[in-house]
Structures are given as C-alpha cells and as structure tokens.
C-alpha cells in the first residue's frame, strides 16, 4: 500500500467516524426513567409517576431487533452478540451455499439463495447492526463516562464500513455472474433435443433445463434405448443430470460431432459407448467462470475427484483419469482414437 493510499484510508476513516457520529448522535437522547417510588395502601400515582411508569412498561415490552437499534442493548452483547456472533453465523451459511454446493444443488436456486442472503446482509442486517452498535456506545458513555471502548467501537464499525464498500465495488463481477445465473440462465436454449426412431439426438450446449427435455422424451417414450450427445459442454450440473437419467435407463451413448467438457460426463455413463469417426471427445479443468476463492477451488477439485470415480466406475484406466483433467478451463485436451479405445472410453466406431 502506496503512502497516499495510506493517507488516503486515514482521512476516510476519521471523516467517516465524525459524519457518522453527527448525523447518528441527532436525536439520541437516551430515556431517563425515574426510579420508581414506594406507595402506601389506597394511594394513586401523579400524571408525572404514571408517565415515568408507563416508560418503564414500554421499555421492558420492546422486541430483541427494535431494542438494538434502539441502543438499549449493553455494549458487550451488541457487539459480541449482535455483531460478531451474528457475522460468524452469517458467514457459515454464506460459504456453505457459495462454495460447498457447486454441483449438488440445482445453480439457479443455489445463485438466488447466495444472492438472497447477500442482499439481506448488506441491506437489512448491516444497517442494522452499524446503527444499533453505535447508538449503544453512545449510551454507554453518557451513562457510564466512559469514552475509550466505545470510540474503539466505533472506530472499527467506520473501518469495516470502508472495507464493506471496497468489497462491494471489487466484486461487481461476482454480482452480475449472481445475477445472470438467478434471472437470465433460465432463458439459455442453446440446444435441440429430438427423438428419432428410439434414439434421442442431443445437438448444442448443455444449458438449464435439457436434462428436464431428455427426462421427458424418456418418460413419454419408454422403448428409448439410446441417445446421440454433440455438445461443447456446459453446466457440470446438468451433464451429472444427464448422466443419471442414463444409468438409470441403461442407455447407449454416441457422438457424431463431439463430446466436450461437461458432455463427457453424461457420455461415460452410456454402457455401450460410440464415436464415429472424425469426432472427438474433450476433457479440461472445471471452472465457474469467474474469480474463485481458495474454498471454491477445493469444492472443485473434489468435484473432478468425484467424476473421476465415475470414469473409473465405468472402466476407464486409471492411467487416463490421472491426465484427463491436465489442460488448464480455457484449453482443451482431445485424446486420440487409439488413447480412447485403449483406455476404455469408447467401445467401438458408430456406423
């Protein structure tokens, strides 16, 4: 970090605490609750003890949420409670749905469930805490005079504040990607899905929802006995998709024009496998497309360790899973005839 950089984090930091702390400190008188006096048998309050009662009551009814962002909560808990353990909770949910579940669970929901939360982070819980938090440690100074932990409070919800914003402006990308894949991944149809005679013939990529296609052609026509996969690939969910549909039917896997990425996933699981001559099948490292954390990477990995085991299953050498996946997400590796046949991908030539 460059020295004006550094300067330049020092005066938003300090000008943020005194904004903050004049545009929260407006109207943030706490309630002064007279102590409650003693009375004698068949006596009745004044206007001014009834009043003092009446805010005790309403005090004592207010909900856990309205009470922080109220301050009334003690220091210690908004920000250990409130803050901190609300955050770690937060972002175990968070990680859980962004990195643990790229191919088990369906990417639409999985990108509207991620977005939801992030939405419901920065917009509701956030304010949330940042307001509840500073307005306790204004309390707690006035009611205790004390000016030391709250400053420190404060100046480190100003820089969590900088800090949120820089992620925000830094991952734009990420959000558009949550965006596209929650509202517009639904609209892809780069594909056509037919049946002839009993073979169903799969040409374009392998978009959301062609597995729900290739379901209901199988379902509408029962004496379906193979299917014929031309693709450059797609969602690794919907090739995992496509390959349990044809486990479970037993159904015989060709290609006349190729088989590439996420395709390959869908054509092992054939049990008699076909190419015909001049096709090929492709295999590189799986992607999201997009800058990945380090967790990301490893929910990856193990998600091309598991169809290796699936290669493995349908008895590819172990001498080929070991290389399958050496070319980097943007190149492709297109094993020979030979190394295809020899290894035990391909059963024999489609005539």
């Given at each position: 970090m460059s020295n004006l950089e550094i300067f330049v984090s020092v005066i938003g930091v300090l000008l943020g605490y005194f904004i903050v702390s004049k545009f929260l400190n407006r109207n943030n008188t706490p309630i002064n609750i007279p102590e409650p006096k003693r009375y004698l048998p068949g006596k009745t309050m004044s206007e001014e003890e009834f009043r003092a009662?009446?805010?005790?009551?309403?005090?004592?009814?207010?909900?856990?949420?309205?009470?922080?962002?109220?301050?009334?909560?003690?220091?210690s808990m908004s920000f250990w409670v409130?803050?901190?353990?609300?955050?770690v909770l937060f972002l175990i949910i968070t990680a859980y749905w962004a990195d643990f579940g790229p191919r088990t669970e369906d990417p639409v929901l999985l990108a509207r469930v991620i977005l939801t939360l992030t939405v419901l982070g920065y917009v509701i819980i956030y304010p949330w805490q940042f307001v509840g938090l500073w307005r306790s440690a204004n309390f707690y100074i006035k009611d205790k005079q004390k000016k030391f932990w709250p400053r420190v409070v404060k100046f480190?919800?100003?820089?969590?504040?900088l800090i949120t914003l820089v992620d925000l402006t830094s991952e734009q990308q990420i959000y558009k990607d949550l965006y596209h894949h929650s509202f517009e991944l639904t609209k892809e149809s780069n594909y056509d899905v037919r049946l002839e005679d009993q073979t169903i013939i799969l040409n374009g990529d392998l978009n959301y929802g062609i597995s729900e296609a290739v379901d209901q052609l199988i379902s509408d026509n029962p004496y379906v006995d193979s299917i014929i996969l031309n693709s450059n690939g797609g969602l690794v969910y919907e090739g995992s998709k496509l390959s349990s549909l044809i486990l479970s039917n037993s159904l015989n896997t060709y290609t006349t024009n190729g088989c590439k990425s996420a395709c390959t996933i869908a054509y092992i699981s054939g049990n008699r496998r076909y190419i015909s001559k001049g096709s090929s099948l492709g295999f590189h490292q799986y992607s999201n497309y997009r800058k990945q954390?380090?967790?990301?990477?490893?929910?990856?990995?193990?998600?091309q360790q598991g169809d290796a085991y699936l290669f493995k299953k349908r008895g590819v050498s172990e001498e080929f899973i070991d290389v399958m996946y050496q070319a980097s997400p943007d190149d492709m590796w297109y094993p020979t005839d030979d190394e295809l046949f020899a290894h035990g991908l391909v059963h024999e030539y489609a005539k």
């Open positions: 009662a009446e805010l005790l009551f309403n005090n004592k009814k207010e909900g856990y949420i309205v009470k922080h962002w109220r301050g009334h909560h003690s220091l409130n803050n901190f353990a609300i955050n480190l919800l100003i820089i969590g504040a954390s380090a967790i990301e990477k490893i929910a990856l990995f193990d998600l």
